[in-house]
């Protein structure tokens, strides 16, 4: 079994988090961190580590993690100005949270995908 991270306390609601939105499936959060004007993440309420522990079961939870994202884009008033989803994987992405989720972030222009390289 993989190790619980925050992640799974947040979903259970054992620890404090501002939840915009939570379903059979799902949870989605503000992010502790902001790195834009609105960013929130949305993760599987089972805890999968990365995507590269995804299986075809696991479907229905991925294709609800992007139905949710548009509607929080909508519900924040990013749809139409546009923003950005990110799923980290493993350690050369930077992911630093083993529960797989995806960044929704917007509400200003977000620049180029990738950091530049010094
Ligand atoms: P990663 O780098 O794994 O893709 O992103 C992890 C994200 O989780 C980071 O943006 C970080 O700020 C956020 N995060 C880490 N711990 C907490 C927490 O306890 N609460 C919330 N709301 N976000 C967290």
Redesign the pocket.
């Known amino acids: 079994m993989p190790e619980e991270?925050?992640?799974s306390k947040?979903i259970r609601r054992e620890?404090p988090?501002?939840i915009v939105y939570q379903d059979d499936l799902v949870t989605a959060?503000?992010?502790?961190?902001?790195?834009a004007p609105t960013?929130i993440?949305i993760v599987p309420n089972k805890l999968i580590p990365t995507v590269n522990d995804v299986t075809p079961e696991d479907e229905p939870m991925l294709g609800r993690l992007f139905t949710v994202a548009g509607r929080i884009a909508r519900q924040e008033g990013i749809a139409e100005g546009g923003y950005r989803l990110?799923?980290?994987c493993n350690r050369d992405?930077?992911?630093?949270?083993?529960h797989l989720?995806m960044?929704i972030l917007g509400g200003r222009r977000l620049g180029p995908m990738l950091a530049r390289q010094s």
């Open positions: 991270t925050i992640f947040i620890i988090s501002e959060f503000r992010d502790i961190n902001p790195q960013h993440l990110l799923v980290n992405a930077g992911q630093e949270v083993y989720h960044h």
